[in-house]
């Protein structure tokens, strides 16, 4: 009756099943958080796997959608073919009523066809939605969209239940290919007399060789007798059993987070520096976390529902219990949030529920001694470069004073030459000598790291484009000829 789109329907739903599962995963952040913090998790190479998190569930993100479009052209082609091919040997097998039933009828009413197509509406959104040009331009569309796969798992539960689907359940009484002379065939055929002498009752034994078949047996191959009618029923919905854990561990680990963030922080200063940057810093109770580390920020009065990670750049200590972060407005969240802190900068608010991601394990590297810093940094415009260079020159400044002056290697690189001149001229001249126009020449930089550190482990940590990423990925992964060893990091929010 259905053919290769049963084929195509069934085996593109265990896919779907499976990445239904996966792709909740990734999302319990406080899970790998745990499991990253773990001694049981020694690797430092599965830690960093844990931390691509967020391109696993881009992954089975892309999958279903690739398998939602094979499963819905699938069913497309059976509802198509329950209509045509209408069997009235087998009632219990036909989703259609009649033989030219409107295939539309079974998409739009029964269950399994309405929870379908809305379901596709749903994940069309959800993935328009995902695309980094509505990310970048609106980030709310894409966050408040992303938060209906809720309504996408519910449908999909309900989905399943409507039993479409069926299989027989008496195979023994009724083998496929059997034949069963009910009384209809009685009325409408004459049965040999050896033939009702030999079987007078239902059998599904073979006809013994030396007994002449009847003739409508033979052009059936019909080789064996039934003792009832076939028997069909749903198949039990095996969606529950692949996403209602995952779904269940999502949900309480939200639940969690909810509770655990829901104590304040106190904002004790705001600092606008230029190029749209902002900095906030802020004091919570029993608030413990290393540098490296980054923490999600939601506000409330901004958001109800949109929380985004940012790196700490400033860490609570044993005297000091300070912690901030620096912000770049580009946003309709970071517009919001700096116009409702600039307004209450002034005050002791409590807006801002946060809570720490990621743990670092005991592994050994506190024997670990830190030589020398290689930092690069690429800026695009004087603007930016004049906020952070403040804070470059006050290190520079204390390095000279420990007698350390090339314990950190800084270089900068500027793009924008309008405007040099006078940056010169004025109060980063400790970092006249560092600084340098145009793009690094990563290739160069590396083999002369490498010279100077032979046969050492190198850690390269890279924050910033994918593109700048990619090149320092590959280059860290080649050989050199000096016997240096570059092990890669990318600042991943997971």
Known sequence: ???????????????????????????????LAFLRGSQKVASRKTRRLLDKSKTFHVTCGVTICVFSVLHVAAHLVNALNFSENYNEDFLALNAANYRGEDPRKLLFATVPGLTGVIMVLVLFLMCTASTYAIRVSNYDIFWYTHN??????????????????????????????????????????????????????????????????????????????????????SHFPETWFWISGPLCLYCVERLYRYIRSNKPVTITSVISHPSNVLEVRMVKDDFKARPGQYV??????????????????????????????????????????RDLLLLHSNQDTEILPIFQQRRYPNDGWKHYKLRRLYFIWVCRDIESFR????????????????????????????????????????????????????????????????????????????????????????????????????????????
């Open 1 to 31: 009756m259905l053919g290769l789109g049963l084929c195509v329907s069934r085996a593109s739903a265990s896919v779907l099943n499976l990445n239904c599962c996966l792709v909740l995963l990734p999302m319990c952040r406080v899970l």
């Open 148 to 233: 209906l796969f809720f309504v996408f798992y519910m449908l999909l539960m309900l989905h399943v239940s409507g039993g479409v689907l069926k299989y027989q359940t008496n195979l023994e009484e009724h083998p496929p290919g059997c034949f069963n002379p009910n009384k209809t065939l009685r009325e409408n055929m004459t049965v040999p007399k050896a033939f009702e002498e030999t079987f007078p009752d239902y059998t599904t034994e073979p006809f013994p060789e030396d007994l002449p078949v009847p003739e409508p047996f033979v052009q059936n191959n019909f080789t064996r007798i039934c003792s009832e009618e076939p028997k069909f029923q």
């Open 296 to 337: 999600i920020l939601h506000c409330p009065r901004v958001s109800a529902l949109e929380s985004h990670p940012f790196t700490l750049t400033m860490c609570p200590t044993d005297t000091k219990a300070t912690f901030g972060v620096h912000l770049k407005v580009v946003g309709d969240w970071t517009e919001r949030f």
């Open 387 to 494: 906020w952070f260079a403040d804070l470059l020159c006050i290190l520079h400044d204390k390095l000279w004073q420990e007698n350390r002056p090339d314990y950190i290697n800084i270089q900068l690189y500027l793009s924008q030459t309008d405007g040099i001149q006078k940056i010169i001229g004025e109060k980063y001249q400790a970092l006249n000598s560092r600084l340098l126009i145009g793009r690094p020449r990563w290739k160069l930089l590396l083999d002369e790291i490498a010279k100077c550190n032979r046969q050492k482990t190198i850690g390269v940590f890279c924050c910033g484009p994918n593109k700048i990423s990619k090149i320092l990925h590959k280059l860290s992964n080649s050989s050199n000829s000096y016997g240096t060893r570059f092990e890669y990091n990318k600042e991943s929010f997971s």
